[in-house]
Each structure stands twice: as structure tokens, then as C-alpha cells.
């Protein structure tokens, strides 16, 4: 049997032959529960092995039972004596030199499993339950490797529906079409499919479409109609880009600036806030978004940053006000040694924060309380709607991806630091920073 015949054999609703028979470069298919995702996703692989001899296939879910349940043991029955499959590698090898490698991508340093390794075609199944950062990574495998002779342009493939860990990126690219430098708009295309295009699902189980039906709005808006603007377990969706996203301008002299810093040395994240003395709004108007920094590195762009800026005080991290045993140092003075100025230790209640934050962003009855970001704050406008709710603590946001957590943690700090603080929090700087209380309760008026 050849790849046309196979496809003939499949029969095909319409979205899924578009699916099988799309070329571009990265092609993502579905959006809504029902659609056929995994059967479009299991038999393109098959076509593509057939069709081109030698090509190098990797099959990725977030879990091992998901690849089991999802693709291995139906794969197993569909390919029977096409695919000699190998358990302690996980991979189908068929006669034409073509393979399929099944993998899952639990953690995120799961994926360097696959660094270095070369694959035609890296299909990523679910996607939104991948993070930006392992989307990233597996694109750098998807390159030629060497047994392909045919021409073949290296591609991706992926399944998704609203919601998840990656929401935001997969909405981004194949909904939203927002292109960053060097995406190409004519590399991208989503195929849409719901469950009233699965013919076989609408004629034999009528009941999964009630139970479709019946859920509760968010949900059905996403699972049943494709809404990808929400999505259940979304811890703000009161954000809104039209709302609180607004082009740069230059400060003016007269505003009240202050910083927030979440540090980690997986993530330096820093954020500059300022309001103008009327105090009609408050703007979030720079950050500082680096991984793998020091910090006394993180401290020395941070000062850098804040040169020529009458920064009133920096809520940092709580953990960087205590004195480390081995040293007798403690965070504050290693960032104070790299030249920052005005620090004090940020208000670290994460219930009562997500709270102020919440409260903050859907604010509309009181003109003069509102938050504005600015459009190159880049990774807080992406981080902050991607937020999920912890499914063990109640209102409190998930620690997973942890990625996601560090730009909305500095962002809490500051929105925190509005508020009074108790006599136990230190403030560092010289009298003119020391008057940060006539500022911090502006919002209590």
C-alpha cells in the first residue's frame, strides 16, 4: 500500500484532508474538543513515512500514559507488519529507511533529551500543554538530517485546543497571527475543527455533543466553539489588550516611578512603574527580562536602568532581605554593591496580591484607578493572561510552568507596595526615598 491508497483508505472529513495535504512550515489543526485531532495526527505521520523514504519523525505528547493511550498502542494496531516497532526506544521503523520516534515532554528539562538530534518533521500533539520555551527548543531540531534525499522542507506539525500551559504562544502564532521579527506570516497555518465537522462522532455518539453542549459558558465557549479569547483556569481573564495595552511616551518629570524585582537566577524580572500626580492611572512602562543572571549582574542592569530616574524605592524579592550563613551577606547587598538604590522588601502575600491585582485589572467604575502597560512590556503582557489557577490552593496562581510566574510576581509586588507596609519592612536610601509613604497609599484614598 502507498501513501495515496492509505489516504484513500482513511476517508477524510474535509478538515483533515486540508491537514493532510498542507505544506506549509509550521501547521497547527483543531481548536475545539471532538475535532479528530490525534487520528489527523497519527495517520499524517504514516503518510509522510510513506511518501518520503528515510524521513525522520518525532511524535511528542506533554505525558508518557497520553503517548501510550493516544498514539503508541493505535499506531501498534494500524501499522501491524508495515513499522517494526522497538519498546526500549519507543519508535516505529519502516522499510523505506522512514521513522517515527515517539516521545513526551513531562518537564521542561525533558527536552534536552532531543538537543542536537535532527528530525524532517517534529509534531507536536496537545501544544498547548507545551511551554513557549519547549516549542522553542524543538524547532532547533527540526532540520534536515541526512536521510532525506527527496527535497523535503523540514516542518511542524500540531494539535491544540484553547487553554493549557501554551495557550498563549499557539493563539499567538496561528490565531492572532502576531509575528515577531523573523516569523514569516506565509510559514503558519491553522486548520479549525469542531466536532460538528466529525461526521462519525455527530452520527454515532450524539451524547458527547450534549455534554458539549451543557458545559459551563467559559468552557463550552472553548472546548465546543474554538473561543481561544478564554479558556477554563485562567486565573486573570480581566485582562484585556485593547484595555491596558498602550503605545510608549515619555514620562513626564513630575510622575512618581518606583520597581518591582522577582529574582531567580533562571529569571531576573524587573518592572518600573510610575503615576502622575493626580494619580489617574498607574503605567507599568519598562522591564527587564533576563534568564541565567547573577546577582550582582542582575543588580548592574538594574542600576544601569535606572540612571537618570528619580526611583523612589525597588520592592525585591523577600528571600533577598535575609543574610546568607555562609557569607553574612544577604541579596540586598550584593544588589546595593552593583549600585541599586531604594530597596525594601516586597509584601509576599499571594492570595491577598492576586486579589489587588485582579481588582486592579477589571477596575472601570473608578476612572481613576487603572492600569496601563506599555506595549514593549513584553513579557508581562504575555505571561500575566497565561496564568492558571492552582488545582490544590485555593485563588492562588499555579507554580507551573514556573516561567510564566516571574514577570506576574514583580508585577503583585509592585501593585503590593501601594499599600502600607508594616514597620518591619526595611527601606534603604536617603531621605528623599525615605518619603515612598506619601506615595504608597494612593490608591487606599
Sequence with gaps: MNAEQYLASLK?????????????????????????????????????????????????????????????????????????????????????????????????????????QSYEVVAMEEATQFTELQYHALTECCRLSGYLRDGFIPRMYFTCNPGGVGHNWVKRLFIDKNYRQGENPEDYCFIKSTVYDNVFMM?????????????????????????????????????????????????????????????????????????????????????LYKPNLLLSEAGEQIASLCQGEDIRYIASSPDLAGRRQDSGRSGFDLLRGAGVRGLRAADNRRIDGWRRVREFLKSEKDKEKYIKIFSNVTHLART???LSFDQKAVEDVSLTPHELTHAPDAFRYGIMSLSFLPSGHSVEGDRKHRRHNEYVNFFEK
Design 203 to 287: 452520527e454515532n455518539n450524539p451524547s458527547y455533543i450534549n455534554n458539549l453542549e451543557s458545559l459551563p459558558p467559559l468552557r463550552r465557549a472553548a472546548m465546543l466553539e474554538g473561543n481561544w479569547d478564554v479558556f477554563e483556569g485562567q486565573c486573570f481573564p480581566e485582562f484585556c489588550r485593547e484595555k491596558h495595552m498602550i503605545s510608549p511616551f515619555a514620562i513626564p518629570e513630575d510622575w512618581v516611578r518606583f520597581a518591582a524585582l522577582d529574582y531567580g537566577l533562571d529569571m531576573t524580572a524587573c518592572l518600573w512603574f510610575a503615576h502622575p500626580p493626580d494619580k489617574s492611572c498607574l503605567c507599568v512602562y519598562r522591564e
Design 384 to 386: 500575566l493572561p497565561a
Design 12 to 116: 477524510p472529513y474535509p478538515p483533515q484532508e486540508a491537514f493532510f495535504i498542507a505544506t506549509c512550515r509550521r501547521i497547527a489543526y483543531g481548536g475545539a474538543r471532538g475535532g479528530g485531532k490525534s487520528f489527523a495526527m497519527r495517520n499524517k505521520m504514516i503518510l509522510l513515512a510513506m511518501a518520503h523514504p528515510g524521513i525522520q519523525i518525532l511524535l511528542l505528547r506533554r505525558t508518557f500514559p497520553e503517548l501510550r493511550e493516544n498514539h503508541i498502542l493505535p499506531l501498534r494496531k494500524v501499522l501491524g507488519r508495515m513499522a517494526k516497532y522497538t519498546e526500549s526506544t519507543k519508535e516505529f521503523a519502516f522499510k523505506n529507511g522512514s521513522r517515527i520516534k515517539l516521545g513526551y515532554c513531562q518537564n521542561e528539562g525533558d527536552i534536552l533529551q532531543y538537543q542536537g
